[in-house]
């Protein structure tokens, strides 16, 4: 069975330039969950998406955003990118809303320069 | 104070040593608790999930939860090359992975 997979690898974009991530859960898993884990800052919850609908978001900024597609693909937005926003993207996906069993991507290393 | 502290290490045992990663938190509210284990360049891997006080074993992983202390463990046995990674402890008060609080990592290196 396919684990959660993301694409792309890596990124590399210029700042004030748009990102654009992608993730496709573990099959049944209706729960998508976005994190950014930067250099000394360890995971920090992004969005989560559930059944299409954005269901909470972290302390970012409005310029992160995302959504959900009816196969539960999630994509997520960064806009204006700036040089802070260099880190690893994380997808996690879970069965179900009332569930703590994450199951992790390998990530997207984005790169602003 | 951070909601969940963990010792950054880097930790570096000999193969066949017991290995012990602990973190401790704040929130008394805190019911779920987790560890991950993440290679370099690779995302977390859930390793361990436990949701009561108590030892839950797998295989040369232990996980210890001591609610009173505010205080987890996980314990490697027999320790091998390939342990060596960076485990992050985690933990929730809501039955929502988006709640999980994580700690920071403890980088740990098994010498051969």
């Known amino acids: 069975e396919a684990g959660v997979t993301q694409s792309p690898t890596h990124l590399i974009k210029t700042r004030g330039q748009q990102a654009t991530l992608r993730c496709s859960p573990i099959?049944?898993?209706?729960?998508v969950y976005w994190y950014q884990q930067a250099l000394g800052l360890g995971l920090q919850f992004l969005l989560w998406?559930?059944?299409?609908?954005?269901?909470n978001r972290g302390n970012f900024p409005p310029r992160f955003s995302g959504r959900q597609f009816p196969n539960y693909s999630s994509e997520l937005n960064v806009n204006a990118l700036e040089l802070e926003d260099s880190a690893l993207y994380l997808c996690?996906?879970?069965?179900?809303?009332?569930?703590?069993?994450?199951?992790f991507g390998q990530g997207t290393r984005l790169t602003v320069v | 104070q951070k909601e969940v502290e963990q010792d950054p290490g880097p930790l570096s045992v000999p193969e066949g040593a017991i290995v012990s990663l602990n973190c401790t938190y704040s929130?008394?509210?805190?019911?779920?608790f987790m560890w991950y284990r993440q290679y370099s360049r690779k995302g977390p891997e859930l390793l361990m999930y436990?949701?009561?006080?108590g030892n839950k074993e797998d295989g040369r992983f232990t996980a210890q939860v001591d609610k009173s202390s505010k205080y987890i463990s996980l314990f490697i046995r027999d320790s091998q090359p390939s342990d060596s990674a960076t485990y992050l402890c985690?933990?929730?008060?809501?039955?929502?992975?988006?709640?999980?609080?994580f700690g920071s990592g403890t980088r740990l290196s098994i010498r051969p």
């Open positions: 996690a996906s879970s069965y179900g809303t009332a569930n703590t069993e994450a199951f």
């Open positions: 099959s049944g898993h209706t729960s």
């Open positions: 998406y559930d059944e299409g609908e954005e269901r």
């Open positions: 929130n008394s509210a805190f019911q779920y």
């Open positions: 436990t949701y009561s006080s």
């Open positions: 985690a933990m929730s008060s809501y039955s929502s992975a988006s709640k999980i609080i």
